[in-house]
């Protein structure tokens, strides 16, 4: 059964810092995994979406990695503002399963 | 401007009521999914549908009860039966349920509170 874990829980940093979020799973047999960042009381908002072909993804401030033998994956957030504050949710998609997996969030909170 | 529209926003339920949240979406996605957020549980999924009239359950259907008559609307029933109602609903939809290649949208929930 597939799991998926996110360490750490919270996160809190000061504005302006690089930070890097981590997400593990522990069946590589993937076939993509999806950021997500969920605001408080809010559904959630796709960051990246990387197919288990690719190793990266960028969106501007934000890149994720996968590396799929290792079962990890990371998002990394330059120049945090506090904007970027919010729970950060991994979620990985099997191949021939019609669900996502998803980790338990990271929540981030930037200071000014 | 496409997306998924949930509503409402916040429902009251009594004890021994049902209750219908209901999930529409304009973007010709096929499959479409009901997803339960607690908290310190994240998200699990209650059911799931890849094209009009059929569904499967996900792991926590007991309680619960869907159906899919038309491509944009997926309806999530709460019945009686479910003893712990008070959560957060999540809708969700792809493109294609078994190669979802293009990632899934997500609705901006429900929040249903048992009174």
């Known amino acids: 059964k597939q799991e998926v874990t996110q360490i750490p829980a919270a996160l809190s940093v000061p504005e302006g810092e690089n930070l890097v979020l981590n997400c593990s799973f522990t069946d590589s047999a993937i076939y993509n995994l999806q950021w997500f960042r969920q605001d408080p009381g809010k559904g959630l908002t796709s960051l990246l979406l990387?197919?288990?072909?690719?190793r990266e993804q960028t969106s501007g401030r934000l890149n994720a990695s996968l590396d799929k033998s290792s079962g990890r994956s990371t998002l990394y957030i330059a120049a945090s503002q506090p904007g970027d504050s919010a729970t950060y949710l991994c979620a990985v998609n099997q191949g021939g399963s019609e669900k996502l997996v998803f980790g338990k969030g990271t929540k981030l909170t930037v200071n000014p | 401007d496409g997306g998924i529209t949930q509503s409402p926003k916040y429902l009251f339920r009594k004890e021994g009521q049902n209750v219908t949240l209901s999930c529409e979406q304009n973007?010709?996605?096929?499959?479409m999914y009901w997803y339960r957020q607690d908290p310190g549980q994240g998200l699990r999924l209650i059911y799931y549908s890849q094209i009009v009239n059929d569904f499967q359950k996900g792991d926590i259907a007991e309680g619960y009860s869907v159906s899919r008559e038309k491509k944009e609307s997926f309806p999530l029933t709460v019945t009686s039966a479910q003893k712990n109602p008070t959560a957060f609903y999540l809708c969700a939809s792809s493109i294609r349920a078994r190669i979802a290649n293009y990632g899934y949208t997500f609705g901006s929930g429900t929040r249903l509170t048992v009174v």
């Open positions: 990387i197919q288990s072909s690719q």
């Open positions: 973007l010709n996605h096929d499959a």
